[in-house]
T-cell receptor, first 112, second 110 residues
Framework: DAGITQSPRYKITETGRQVTLMCHQT?????MFWYRQDLGHGLRLIYY???????DKGEVPDGYVVSRSKTENFPLTLESATRSQTSVYFC???????????FGSGTRLTVV | GQSLEQPSEVTAVEGAIVQINCTYQ??????LSWYQQHDGGAPTFLSY????GLEETGRFSSFLSRSDSYGYLLLQELQMKDSASYFC???????????FGSGTRLLVRP
């Protein structure tokens, strides 16, 4: 199916563990993004990518790592999860700002 | 630097018209986008204004004044399903990177 999918939808992990959130899009969009959303903070950009092997930091990159070896995949890794990283994580892709971003359904991550 | 201002909450009656204002300060500004997000859902794209003026898409219209660093989203014939959060997102340079603020929570009452 065409679209952008995130996995898992829900994840509970312990402090200090490494966690990887997956994002896959089927359109071959060049641009992909990771945002986190917390109550009262709206959406904050973590990392973005302009193409395979090109990534850059957003507003809140500390504690996160990304890679993009293939155009369609953009995984986000929390190297050592902390409680402050409890959040809803959204992946998005776009072919251009005029066309708008398309967001995945999100991953609700709880760090205990 | 960058700043973005929207009202935090707006309440309106079903069938009415509501306007959600947005003021921004963004170096390298090149366009303003609007997104809708229902509780528990993902944001969805509504509109994009690159130039000054009004863009209309069905019941929704979006306006931009680049000289005033100001835009608004106009929702007509409000329906209960329009209750959601609305985000204005100024674009910066050509990076395709959008910065979202906290958005405006719209509550439509019967």
């Amino acid at each position: 199916d065409a679209g952008i999918t995130q996995s898992p939808r829900y994840k509970i992990t312990e402090t200090g563990r490494q966690v990887t959130l997956m994002c896959h899009q089927t359109w071959s969009h060049s641009y992909m993004f990771w945002y986190r959303q917390d109550l009262g903070h709206g959406l904050r950009l973590i990392y973005y990518s302009a193409a395979a092997d090109i990534t850059d930091k957003g507003e809140v990159p500390d504690g996160y790592v990304v890679s993009r070896s293939k155009t369609e995949n953009f995984p986000l890794t929390l190297e050592s999860a902390t409680r402050s990283q409890t959040s809803v994580y959204f992946c998005a892709s776009t072919e251009g700002v005029r066309a708008g971003y398309t967001f995945g359904s999100g991953t609700r991550l709880t760090v205990v | 630097g960058q700043s973005l201002e929207q009202p935090s909450e707006v309440t309106a009656v079903e069938g009415a018209i509501v306007q959600i204002n947005c003021t921004y300060q963004t170096s390298g500004f090149y366009g303003l986008s609007w997104y809708q997000q229902h509780d528990g859902g993902a944001p969805t794209f509504l509109s994009y204004n690159a130039l000054d003026g009004l863009e209309e898409t069905g019941r929704f219209s979006s306006f931009l004044s680049r000289s005033d660093s100001y835009g608004y989203l106009l929702l007509q014939e409000l329906q209960m399903k329009d209750s959601a959060s609305y985000f204005c997102t100024p674009g910066k340079d050509s990076s395709y990177k959008l910065i979202f603020g906290s958005g405006t929570r719209l509550l439509v009452r019967p």
